[in-house]
């Protein structure tokens, strides 16, 4: 930085009502002063300008000829300094280098572009504008003003002061209310800010880059350069017909009609996005706080950390929707509420060499409220300005997070898909074990919360309940013929302790229907009421996290997509892996399978429930089914399985002049005490549950079977039953030949 300055070259301010200039001097030979040509220029006789009746550029002599638009402004208040330093040999005793500086403030309201209104508009109501620069001996430098003057530099405009207060290289601006408009083509309103050039101190956590380094300390306070991107109230629209939303008054803000609701335009065709605001801050790392000789660690630190390439990246932004509009006959593409939270950094040299598995790390990040203290009037954090009200990012671990609270896609009815979704990286949570301690874990989080798709004919999925979104509660087009998935939640999380060895993983998945639509008697072919649940470690503990505890207020942890009613929460408070699910499929009417599965395997426990039934309806073949469940608990083992033809009978094949079938019977019990069992079967292809009792130690095994071919039948029964110390044995066998008599043994 090339301060203090002794003295300032030229400063000049200006309002609607006055105009005013300051100059000090440098000793002879130090600075050259700013000029500015004028084409017909006034002779100034030894007084100031201010000192004369009028002073100032006779602007009408550059407009007569050329009839050009004119920029409208009202309330300006406007300074510069302009410095330029000779390459002289008394500047170099005094240790100046050479070099040119500008320092630039201005301050508007009500400004705008006047006779392109039918075809550009550009307004708005207030902007501001900082610039402080300059290059001294081919590289960056500025003017620090705060080291001459405190409180600011005075520039005296009329009765207005205006304060230069330029500590850092800085530029500046801000719009507030902005509209842009082009035609019917592109519409753009709202409030917006950029700044760049200042160096900050902040603290700064290490993440997992102080594992790769034992030199790094967990926390470092950096020097980083700052670039700042702010929004508030943005509304945008590209396209044909526009504005999209309709802003009368020319306020810069979309009307509303009297429900609330913004009023939009129906005859508009293209892109817009609604309410739109963001605060975002790109820091570049460039030092290390008291990185010198005489602190050799910090030193260390700070030129490992200039290979790692450093920019720290946080803020926020919300988009309330953006949507494609006018095409809704055959095209609908939007998002609704859209929230996108971020401190994190780009991702280390150190950590490139892991690819893709390095985002699972923890990665250098700023502490916001450690960084920038707040007090009672102001809160800790950084104040992002937009424009407009300034955007507080007071984050002080990592996170990524991203939320689309509803997303809806639909091409002509062929096409179309709806979901909530979530993405989240937090680098510093508190979680309870299934042993009831607590530990600190970084995570990723994925969900996708009521999805539902379809691709076909007829357009599957209408809003019936006109809540603008598909939803469990709107009708199904029954007309509609093709693939479909309704109403499909998944949910995963992934858990790496951050103080020992510990990996923890947990998912779920939920499908109320999948398959085909409007094929049935044809084609059939569905999943429906599928399950799936996981929660598993990997740790010297051998415990699991305890969902059930490790939430918001010691309630389930929730993975959040925007609202509570997308969200998806987990339970479990043991290892478990459980699967469940219903499938049928049909042919022509002709062949029907059914089936159902229900796993779970807890740390000590398992249970299985298996139903099946396939029928036929050609050739006499009439069909079998399979239903069965088993337990093992506590050492123990219970359970029962059936087996057979699903005809009269038992009968598999039934005709005219052949018939086959029978059945199989397992039970069992090891346990000393009474077990209850519910075995699954298919009732007329419903789903049912039967009740069991298996007597303590108990092993039953039975079979039937019999055959009949053109009246002559052999059948048999077979049972085998061991319950505590008693055993008993039955055998039923005969053979029938019609009038040649028959045979029985029991």
């Known amino acids: 930085i090339l301060s203090p300055f002794p003295t300032l070259a030229l400063l000049c301010a200006l309002t609607l009502s006055a105009c005013g200039s300051t100059t000090t001097t440098l000793p002879p030979g130090t600075v050259t002063t700013a000029e500015f040509g004028d084409r017909k220029p006034f002779e100034w006789t030894g007084r100031a300008p201010q000192h004369y009746a009028v002073h100032g550029i006779d602007v009408a002599r550059f407009q007569q000829p050329l009839n050009w638009a004119t920029a409208r402004a009202s309330g300006v208040n406007f300074a510069a300094a302009l410095l330029k330093v000779d390459n002289t040999p008394a500047n170099s005793a005094k240790g100046l280098a050479s070099g040119k500086f500008t320092s630039f403030f201005i301050e508007t309201e009500d400004v705008g572009l006047v006779g392109f209104e039918d075809f550009l508009v550009a307004e708005f109501n207030a902007s501001k504008f900082?610039?402080?620069?300059?290059?001294?001996?081919?590289?960056?430098?500025?003017?620090?003003?705060?080291?001459?003057?405190?409180?600011?530099?005075?520039?005296?405009?009329?009765?207005?002061?205006?304060?230069?207060?330029?500590?850092?290289?800085?530029?500046?601006?801000?719009?507030?209310?902005?509209?842009?408009?082009?035609?019917?083509?592109?519409?753009?309103?709202?409030?917006?800010?950029?700044?760049?050039?200042?160096?900050?101190?902040?603290?700064?956590?290490?993440?997992?880059?102080?594992?790769?380094?034992?030199?790094?300390?967990?926390?470092?306070?950096?020097?980083?350069?700052?670039?700042?991107?702010?929004?508030?109230?943005?509304?945008?629209?590209?396209?044909?017909?526009?504005?999209?939303?309709?802003?009368?008054?020319?306020?810069?803000?979309?009307?509303?009609?009297?429900?609330?609701?913004?009023?939009?335009?129906?005859?508009?065709?293209?892109?817009?996005?609604?309410?739109?605001?963001?605060?975002?801050?790109?820091?570049?790392?460039?030092?290390?706080?008291?990185?010198?000789?005489?602190?050799?660690?910090?030193?260390?630190?700070?030129?490992?950390?200039?290979?790692?390439?450093?920019?720290?990246?946080?803020?926020?932004?919300?988009?309330?929707?953006?949507?494609?509009?006018?095409?809704?006959?055959?095209?609908?593409?939007?998002?609704e509420d859209i929230a996108l939270e971020i401190n994190t950094s780009t991702i280390p040299t150190a950590f490139s060499a892991l690819g893709g598995a390095a985002f699972a790390l923890r990665s250098p990040h700023i502490d916001f409220v450690a960084s920038y203290p707040g007090d009672d009037e102001t809160p800790a954090g950084l104040q992002v300005a937009t424009g407009a009200e300034p955007v507080l990012v007071d984050y002080d671990q990592e996170i990524i997070s991203v939320k689309v609270d509803y997303a809806e896609l639909n091409i002509a009815g062929i096409v179309q898909a709806s979901a909530s979704m979530a993405f989240n990286k937090k680098s510093s949570q508190e979680v309870v074990l299934s042993d009831g301690s607590t530990t600190t874990v970084s995570s990723l989080e994925v969900a996708v919360v009521n999805a539902n798709a379809f691709i076909g004919i007829g357009e599957y999925f209408i809003d019936t309940n006109g809540n603008g979104r598909i939803d469990e509660f709107d009708d199904r087009n029954d007309d509609a013929f093709g693939v479909v998935i309704e109403d499909f939640d998944f949910g995963a999380i992934f858990m790496r302790d951050n103080s020992g060895v510990g990996f923890y993983a947990a998912a779920k998945a939920n499908i109320n229907k999948a398959g085909l639509v409007g094929l049935e008697g044809i084609v059939e072919f569905s999943v429906t009421d599928f399950a799936f649940d996981l929660n598993i470690g990997i740790s010297d503990s051998g415990t699991v996290v305890d969902f059930s505890k490790s939430g918001e207020d010691g309630g389930a942890y929730t993975i959040d997509t925007g609202s509570p009613e997308n969200s998806i929460s987990f339970d479990y408070d043991e290892a478990l892996l459980a699967v469940q699910g219903q499938v049928h499929i049909g042919i022509l009417g002709a062949v029907n399978l059914d089936g159902y599965l229900n796993l779970e395997l807890t740390t000590d426990s398992l249970l299985l429930q298996v139903a099946m039934e396939a029928s036929f309806a050609f050739g006499g073949f009439k069909g079998m089914s399979a239903n069965g469940t088993l337990v093992i608990e506590g050492g123990d083992i219970y359970g029962s399985m059936l087996v057979q033809g699903t005809g009269s009978n038992g009968a598999i094949v039934e005709s005219g002049f052949f018939s086959i079938g029978g059945s199989f019977l397992?039970?069992?019990?090891?346990?000393?005490?009474?077990?209850?069992?519910?075995?699954?079967?298919?009732?007329?292809?419903?789903?049912?549950?039967?009740?069991?009792?298996?007597?303590p130690e108990l092993l039953r095994i039975a079979g039937s079977a019999f055959v009949d071919i053109l009246g002559v039948q052999m059948s048999g029964d077979v049972e085998l039953v061991i319950e505590g110390s008693n055993i008993s044995l039955s055998v039923d066998l005969s053979l029938s030949m019609g009038f040649f008599g028959s045979i029985s043994v029991s």
Do not use: C, H
């Open 130 to 335: 900082s610039l402080n620069n300059g290059k001294a001996n081919g590289t960056d430098a500025w003017v620090d003003y705060s080291r001459i003057y405190p409180d600011g530099f005075s520039v005296a405009a009329g009765d207005v002061d205006i304060l230069l207060s330029f500590a850092n290289k800085v530029i500046e601006v801000e719009l507030t209310d902005a509209i842009l408009q082009v035609s019917e083509f592109l519409y753009v309103s709202g409030s917006f800010a950029f700044s760049m050039g200042r160096t900050d101190t902040v603290r700064a956590n290490m993440g997992d880059l102080a594992l790769i380094n034992p030199l790094l300390p967990d926390s470092l306070d950096l020097e980083v350069s700052v670039i700042t991107i702010g929004a508030r109230d943005v509304f945008g629209f590209a396209g044909v017909g526009g504005p999209y939303y309709i802003d009368a008054d020319k306020d810069g803000k979309p009307d509303l009609d009297g429900n609330g609701n913004y009023i939009k335009n129906a005859d508009a065709i293209g892109v817009s996005i609604a309410d739109v605001d963001l605060g975002l801050a790109i820091m570049t790392f460039e030092g290390v706080v008291g990185a010198d000789s005489s602190n050799p660690d910090l030193l260390a630190a700070e030129i490992f950390l200039k290979t790692q390439k450093l920019k720290f990246i946080a803020g926020s932004a919300s988009v309330l929707e953006g949507a494609v509009v006018g095409m809704e006959d055959v095209l609908t593409a939007r998002v």
């Open 666 to 695: 397992l039970q069992v019990n090891t346990a000393s005490t009474e077990r209850l069992v519910e075995v699954p079967y298919f009732d007329n292809g419903e789903l049912a549950f039967e009740t069991i009792v298996l007597a």
